[in-house]
């Protein structure tokens, strides 16, 4: 018995990103563009030619720390309708950096809750983006800049932002309808903020050397049809075919055939004496003489490139087995009927397959079938009602007694309702997990009638034989009275009546047809599906759509409360499950203090309900999973641990 646990880790990065400016607030989005990686030195790349007319921390490198003035103010007040408005103008200048801009409200506004509004020239890409505010009871000039300084490379780009608040000297106020006060130039002093620069400390922390991208990857994964492969990974199996010994003056001689199950392929081992022996030179074997055990060590290798371009052309595997052999003897010379050696893979992975389809080797499963039932675990019915609209839904928890298959049934329409649609005697077939025996898959149809309160089921399923019976193909059926709790769920655009079963129900039903199956039928039944346990040996892979949202700046917040959202993130894995992220905060944020770019997050659905944006597959195979995003680099890592059963469900 072995244990099989996957754990990969997996980078990539290349983060494209645009930018979007709405009011007062500068959003910068990324998606991951594609997967690869590109070295970056973090360091602020200068375009002299973008940036001639004005200075600016993007393309200067002496920009300073802005020093701000204020000349020829001027506040208007007048009395509307409307009430009081007023109009502010002033002329803003950036001693420290020799620029000046004209900042002027576009329109009327209280006075009392006086807006921020753009500094002129806004639209200009060679001046910071700059909004001001006058706060009239206090008397109080309020200023904020930002430069978004994009890179050459195309990785999260650059937000210097300045602060500032000055209170200004006594006005010179005229009366009269309107009141006009202007502030004389008579050598205002200069005043300072806060100014912030982009952090970086993207050396933090454990980093992966990125994998390499598959020149010719495709979105498809291995299945278990593939010829050989598929095979190798399920049957490493021997037929031993023709054994013969014979034993003269103490010397053993052995002939026999090895019938590879992966390869199709045979060996001939004939050799004399004890211990191990070279058949050709991939397969060795070793016959006891005294306890008729046949050993076997084999390797063979499989040729993947006509169902996967992109895949290792050739795949080793080596298994082994040690198999019990009947004799039957003639003096010296012995003869063993034709059997079949179990095999162990060693190679890729150490495993011992145990593959059938579902619930046919479940001890009692034939015996069981005769008189079949289910245990009905879960039972929820809703009827709905919505204005003219009448429908139902219902959710089934069951498991058959017989071969133990456990599933969930959901069905929902109008015949679901007791008065919607007058078909209560409709059945809903059931969806069925992935399932590599396509041709021995357990279906189930359910039936609710919403007037009597009666559930059905009808299922097909297989059984294995015995040393009595042959496999069958099994199909039985069964009804039961439910017994309900019913409570009433109202709101403004709908009721709905929610039925739920008082615990846990066994439905007594009837085998009403049993069809017999060769006696091989499961000996050996050719896979078909997907192989968690081929796609995470072979070619481990995830898709990731990565989209950022990051707040740059806000005037009524401060610097500290920016956050990053990182939303939507889908991460395909080998068990073909999901996983959907939903994260905001600080620590994604690469120009902030608190930014944590080696901090690595689990992949759980934050801000999400507990049941959303998550397949069964994924948190049914899924042990840990991590995921390590560094926007200021574009770099983005994958942790994931999880385990296959689908080669041997009872050791995953």
Not at 87 to 109: G, I, K, M, R, W
Not at 247 to 258: E, P, Q
Not at 319 to 325: N, R
Request: a negative charge; hydrophobic letters at 30%.
């Amino acid at each position: 018995m072995y244990s099989l646990i996957y754990k990969i880790f997996t980078a990539a990065c290349l983060i494209s990103p645009g930018k979007s400016v709405n009011d007062n607030t500068v959003h910068v989005k990324q998606r991951l563009s594609s997967i690869g990686w590109e070295k970056s030195n973090n360091t602020v790349i200068r375009d002299d030619n973008n940036f001639a007319e004005n200075p600016s921390p993007c393309s200067d490198l002496s920009f300073k720390q802005p020093d701000y003035q204020i000349n020829d103010f001027q506040f208007n007040r007048t009395t509307t309708e409307r009430g009081e408005r007023g109009l502010v103008h002033f002329d803003l200048e950036d001693v420290a950096n020799n620029y000046s801009l004209t900042c002027t409200t576009p329109y009327l506004q209280d006075p009392n809750n006086f807006m921020w509004n753009d500094c002129e020239p806004a639209e200009n890409s060679t001046y910071p983006k700059t909004i001001f505010q006058y706060i009239v009871d206090q008397n109080r000039i309020a200023i904020s800049q930002t430069w978004v300084c994009e890179l050459e490379n195309r990785t999260f780009p650059h937000p210097y932002m300045s602060t500032a608040e000055v209170d200004l000297p006594s006005l010179e106020c005229a009366n009269a309808t309107a009141i006009e006060c202007i502030l004389r130039d008579n050598g205002m002093p200069t005043f300072g903020g806060k100014y912030t620069m982009p952090v970086w400390s993207s050396n933090e922390g454990e980093r992966i050397q990125p994998s390499p991208n598959p020149p010719n990857a495709t979105a498809n994964a291995p299945w278990n049809e593939t010829p050989c492969v598929g095979l190798s990974f399920s049957y490493p199996n021997w037929d031993v075919e023709n054994f013969t010994s014979s034993s003269t003056d103490g010397d053993v001689s052995v002939r026999f055939h090895l019938r590879n199950h992966a390869n199709n392929q045979t060996t001939t081992c004939d050799y004399q004496g004890s211990g191990w022996h070279q058949c050709d030179n991939t397969t060795e074997v070793k016959f006891d003489g005294v306890t008729f055990k046949l050993s076997i060590n084999q390797t063979w290798t499989c040729n993947a490139t006509d169902k996967w371009s992109y895949y290792p052309d050739l795949i080793n595997f080596r298994a082994v087995a040690s198999s019990g052999l009947s004799l039957e003897c003639e003096e010296s010379n012995c003869y063993a009927p034709n059997s079949v050696a179990k095999g162990s893979l060693i190679e890729p992975i150490e495993l011992t397959p145990n593959v059938a389809p579902d619930g046919v080797d479940v001890p009692g499963c034939l015996e069981n079938s005769v008189s079949p039932s289910w245990e009905v675990t879960s039972f929820i019915w809703n009827e709905i009602y919505r204005s003219s609209r009448k429908v139902g839904n219902v959710t089934v928890v069951m498991r058959n007694l017989a071969n133990d298959f456990n599933l969930t049934c959901e069905a929902q329409g109008e015949e679901l309702n007791a008065e919607g649609s007058e078909d209560h005697e409709r059945w809903w077939g059931c969806a069925s997990a992935n399932n590599p025996f396509d041709d021995f898959r357990v279906t189930t149809l359910i039936q609710l009638n919403p007037v009597t309160q009666e559930f059905a089921t009808k299922q097909t399923w297989y059984c294995n034989g015995n040393d009595l019976e042959p496999p069958a193909k099994i199909i039985g059926n069964g009804t039961l009275d439910t017994a309900l709790d019913c409570s009433w769920k109202n709101s403004t655009y709908e009721n709905v009546r929610v039925c739920q079963a008082t615990g846990p129900q066994i439905l007594n039903g009837t085998q009403e047809s049993r069809t017999d199956l060769p006696r091989d039928a499961f000996v050996e039944v050719p896979p078909k599906g997907y192989s968690c346990t081929i796609s995470s040996v072979t070619a481990p892979k995830w898709r990731v759509t990565l989209q950022t949202d990051t707040l740059y700046t806000d005037p009524l917040t401060s610097t500290n409360d920016f956050s990053t959202r990182l939303y939507d993130p889908i991460t395909a894995t080998p068990f073909s499950g999901y996983q959907m992220v939903d994260y905001e905060g600080p620590s994604l944020t690469p120009f902030l203090n608190v930014s944590e770019p080696g901090r690595w997050y689990e992949c759980k659905n934050y801000g999400r309900t507990e049941n959303d944006g998550s397949s069964s597959e994924w948190a049914r195979n899924t042990l840990d999973c991590r995921w390590q995003l560094d926007l200021a680099t574009g770099y983005f890592a994958l942790n994931h641990t999880w385990f296959c059963d689908d080669k041997d469900p009872e050791h995953p």
